[in-house]
């Protein structure tokens, strides 16, 4: 008696089709959020363009016969048109970057970044660390900032500034320079700024451009400048000198959330919507952890030497106040201000000289000891070095100019 073999249809009913570039590393927690929904509907297929070779060949790999599309990062923008255009109404989800194609606002639904809100949370972070200087670096387009760009440049400086605080922002050099040029105006941006300074750069490879010159310029990261980057782009922040924070906003949500509305307007619900996620996690490493505490010391050391600029002043009090030695002190503080304690105390107290010059009638002769100089003779012989007159002739100066 034959054996008869009888044929059951596949218990596949329906198959998404995901589109996405595999070079950035969102694309995986996108996937894996759509993979982790689906999960529960063995009934539907994902199958996963670019993701490995033997799954690549266009009849499988970009099969035009599915039911639903994800595409993320605005990839196969002219196979997403391709299939707009045909005469099948399929829905697509669109991540990270938003439908652009008017006749498929009513079939789909986008799921884009907030940018606002990663800024806040990198504004946070700094502001945490203790810090009163802030700066933004964006991407290269000079004036044509990019819309995420420009939304997080924007709710960064807002976020601080609500908080009392100003930033400074990188004006790139235009498009067409070449990375030489516009590594030069960054290098001359980055030692500008007032330190220590916290950054928030608006992506990875971004940030380690500016990890790369910090360090051949000389200045210390995180002592002078913390830097905090997004998308915890790991195969860049885990390999930087020293490791990068990263902000990673909530990419595998995205895809579940993604994948969920697809297969719900695969049912019939209808599209035609917006929503946004925000981060998932701050992963903190070394670029804004300063495991040895040299910044909160020197800033704090630098606090009590300005306003204490007119009394006598021992270093070795000050270190000891701050449970240090005097060298470690002397260390952070030409790391962290490039610049020593003497010299700091020197110009707090020229300053305190000059304010007194300017907005009282004190008498010249009692000025140096008011500012914590026991020789009149030394201190008029420090501030001719310095301003390039006596301090008569500066207050005279100063009157004659009002």
């Not at 996405?20 to 996937?31: C, L, M």
């Not at 952890?289 to 204490?308: E, F, I, M, P, Y």
């Not at 021992?314 to 020593?340: D, E, I, P, W």
């Not at 009638?361 to 026991?374: D, H, N, R």
Request: overall charge positive; proline content about 5%.
């Amino acid at each position: 008696m034959k054996n008869r073999s009888t044929s059951k249809p596949s218990p596949v009913l329906r198959r998404i089709l995901f589109l996405g570039d595999f070079a950035y590393s969102s694309t995986k927690p996108i996937v894996s959020g759509a993979i982790r929904f689906l999960s529960n509907h063995p009934e539907v297929a994902l199958i996963i363009h670019g993701a490995h070779p033997g799954d690549d060949d266009p009849a499988y790999g970009l099969d035009s016969d599915v039911d639903g599309v994800i595409t993320c990062i605005g990839t196969y923008k002219a196979y997403v048109r391709k299939l707009a255009a045909s005469g099948r109404r399929r829905p697509f989800a669109f991540i990270c970057a938003p439908c652009d194609l008017p006749s498929l606002r009513r079939r789909s639904v986008s799921l884009v970044c907030d940018d606002a809100a990663i800024a806040e949370t990198a504004a946070a972070l700094l502001v945490r660390h203790d810090l009163t200087e802030f700066g933004y670096v964006g991407s290269r387009r000079a004036a044509t900032w990019a819309e995420w760009d420009a939304v997080r440049r924007e709710a960064f400086v807002k976020t601080l500034g609500a908080r009392g605080f100003s930033a400074h922002v990188y004006e790139p050099t235009p498009r067409r320079a070449g990375s030489k040029a516009e590594f030069a105006s960054l290098a001359a941006w980055l030692r500008s700024l007032p330190k220590p300074c916290g950054l928030f750069v608006a992506y990875d490879q971004r940030a380690m451009h500016v990890l790369n010159i910090c360090r051949a310029e000389g200045i210390a990261v995180p002592e002078q400048i913390q830097i905090v980057g997004t998308d915890n782009e790991t195969w860049i922040c885990e390999s930087t000198s020293p490791t990068l924070t990263s902000i990673e906003p909530d990419f595998e949500g995205a895809g579940y959330r993604a994948a969920e509305a697809l297969l719900a307007m695969m049912d019939g619900a209808r599209g035609g919507r917006t929503e946004t996620f925000g981060a998932r996690r701050v992963v903190q490493r070394m670029s804004t952890t300063d495991a040895h505490g040299s910044t909160n010391r020197a800033v704090r050391a630098r606090d009590w030497l300005r306003s204490h600029a007119g009394e006598p002043l021992s270093v070795a009090k000050l270190a000891k106040s701050l449970c240090c030695s005097v060298r470690t002190l002397q260390t952070s503080y030409k790391t962290v201000f490039g610049t020593t304690v003497w010299e700091d105390i020197a110009e707090a107290r020229l300053e305190k000289a000059q304010k007194l010059l300017a907005e009282t009638k004190t008498p010249v002769g009692e000025i140096p000891e008011l500012v914590g100089f026991e020789s009149p003779r030394h201190f008029a012989r420090f501030f001719k070095a310095r301003t390039g007159m006596s301090m008569r002739d500066w207050r005279a100066g100063k009157r004659f100019s009002k």
